[in-house]
């Protein structure tokens, strides 16, 4: 069965969304800007969520871990939680 590891930023606005991933794409560490700027929990630690299989995260979310391409950064990224810049860490078939 498929599993991913990911990290991700939740911010409450596209456009902080889009903000925020144009300072990764320019070089900021993507773990630091979670840290700064994440409105969830795991911002603490880098924005990491661990290992998970389908399923376990909300469906836009899985969507983009399971089909997207491992190392980028994806998003912004709707859910009911917000907007989410995802980057898959690691994902096995």
Known sequence: ????????????????????????????DFAEVAKQHSKCPSGKQGGGLGEFRPGQMVKEFDEVVFSGEVGKVLGPVKTQFGYHLIEITNRTD
């Open 1 to 28: 069965m498929a599993k991913a590891s990911a990290r991700h930023i939740l911010v409450p606005t596209e456009e902080d969304c889009i903000a925020l991933k144009n300072r990764i794409e320019g070089g900021e």
